[in-house]
């Protein structure tokens, strides 16, 4: 749990977000007005689905007892149905019906096939370039553990199939630095490279409300997260 939170008065409303959402999260409550606690889940974790679902419990079961909330928001996407089995205690769990966290940025799946437009895209964002476990770190990793022809090999089984990375622009942070970035991680695997307008509205949504139905999925009180609903 970030350091310095203490329960405030705030409708009784606890951000339970991954740390990769950081730079938007924390513009969109600004531009809501929304001075919810926040506690911050280690960003690597999505690459570990079953360590995600158990991080999460531990971490809602905390935010639970630190601060009696009625509502907890999740600033999370289905992330390979980590969420499944996820079940809120004596609060409301609100969370955005998509698929991983990019798709929040970029408004929708809809959207995000019109801009891969047939070409594998994998999409950036600030905090994903800042990210200790960036597709770089990941390349080398692979070559470490397994030599320079294994590595290559498991690597391009799992990211074979992109061919551009897709900066998006979310308005939170200097876009340049961004840029110089993203640009030398696509000369580095030798992709395309695109940039988007991201957007911030779904964070927006999330804190603010109303939750659609299409659009988030909402869990009373006990009622468990099942591994259907994860299906969209």
């Known amino acids: 749990m970030e350091k310095g939170l203490t329960v405030r008065e705030t409708g009784n409303t606890v951000v339970v977000a991954c740390r990769i959402l950081e730079a938007e ?4 409550m600004a531009e809501t007005g929304r001075d919810y606690p926040v506690v911050w889940m280690e960003s690597g ?9 158990e991080a999460l419990k531990e971490a809602l079961a905390r935010t639970e007892a630190d601060y009696r909330p009625d509502t907890v928001l999740l600033g999370y996407g289905f992330c390979g149905n980590a969420l499944a089995g996820i079940r809120p205690g004596q609060y409301r769990l609100i969370l955005p019906r998509i698929d991983d966290c990019i798709t929040m940025f970029i408004g929708s799946r809809e959207r995000k096939r019109r801009l891969e437009n047939g070409v594998g895209t994998l999409f950036l964002t600030e905090g994903w370039l800042q990210n200790d476990m960036d597709i770089l770190t990941l390349r080398q990793g692979f070559i470490d553990d397994y030599g320079e022809e294994d590595g290559l090999d498991i690597f391009n089984m799992m990211y074979g199939n992109y061919r551009r990375i897709g900066l998006l622009d979310c308005g939170c942070c200097p876009l340049a630095p961004q ?35 299409e659009r988030f999925l909402v869990k009373q009180p006990g009622q468990v997260i099942e591994t259907r609903e994860l299906q969209i």
């Open 25 to 28: 999260l924390k513009a969109a």
């Open 45 to 53: 974790l999505h690459e570990q689905p079953k360590k995600l679902t």
């Open 179 to 213: 840029a110089e970035k993203s640009r030398a991680i696509a000369r580095a695997l030798g992709f395309e490279h695109e940039i988007y307008d991201g957007s911030i509205d779904y964070l927006k949504e999330l804190l603010t409300g109303p939750w659609p139905e």
